[in-house]
């Protein structure tokens, strides 16, 4: 399976609902960031959280990263209809500065946010 | 605006018809990639170069080709095509290595028939 794995695939809440979306991953990683995507087109970096952090905000996003769990969480609050995209998390796997970089996606979670 | 633009946008095409989908970058960046995208499967990264002249291959590179002769491009190139290649592709650019935000391009949707 991938190192990047989205939970739950799709999510489906009322606007002003809250919606979260879990992460898990295999590796030791860099960092971690989540995307977004509206139907068919190019993802949209969010936010990007190192491997020595444990929180970060912006906006109404807020992720968590638990290496020790090798997970991260994704919460929009107060969602709105137009937060209605895929998600996905990327991880930037270690393997040191003279190796080849890579991010490793996952398969997305579908959030439908109803008005 | 800092972008990254492809082309075409849309394509369909023959099997072993050979073709090219090109990218393009206005931000300076140095590392350039390619994934495609299949339903089921997420993204998948095809190759990516972090440099000029400094090119590897991702998780999915057979039947692709690319090269980075400047900065700013990185064309995808299939010399002959299968209808395994049908898929959206996305070209994206970040300022350095993978650790940083990448920006994407609008996306291909290639048909290979």
């Known amino acids: 399976s991938q190192q990047g794995e989205e939970d739950p695939q799709a999510l489906s809440i009322q606007e002003g609902e809250n919606a979260t979306m879990n992460c898990s991953y295999k590796t030791s990683i860099n960092n971690l960031q989540w995307y977004r995507q509206n139907s068919g087109r190019g993802l949209v970096h969010l936010i990007l959280?190192?491997?020595?952090?444990r929180e970060k905000h912006s906006g109404r996003l807020r992720v968590t990263l638990d290496t020790s769990k090798k997970s991260s969480s994704l919460l929009i609050t107060a969602s709105r209809a137009a937060d209605t995209a895929s998600y996905f998390c990327a991880t930037d796997e270690a393997r040191g500065e003279t190796s080849g970089s890579r991010l490793t996606f996952g398969e997305g979670t579908q959030l439908t946010v109803n008005p | 605006e800092a972008q990254v633009t492809q082309n075409p946008r849309y394509l369909i095409t023959v099997t072993g018809k050979k073709l090219t989908v090109t990218c393009s970058q206005n931000?300076?960046?140095?590392?350039m990639s390619w994934y495609r995208q299949d339903p089921g499967l997420g993204l998948r990264q095809i190759y990516y170069s972090m440099n000029v002249e400094v090119t590897d291959k991702g998780d999915v590179p057979e039947g692709y080709k690319v090269s980075r002769k400047e900065k700013r491009n990185f064309p995808l190139i299939l010399e002959s095509p299968s209808p395994n290649q049908t898929s959206l592709y996305f070209c994206?650019?970040?300022?350095?290595?993978?650790?940083?935000?990448?920006?994407f391009g609008p996306g291909t949707r290639l048909t290979v028939t």
């Open positions: 931000m300076n960046h140095e590392y």
């Open positions: 959280i190192r491997s020595n952090e």
């Open positions: 994206a650019s970040s300022f350095s290595r993978s650790s940083y935000e990448q920006y």
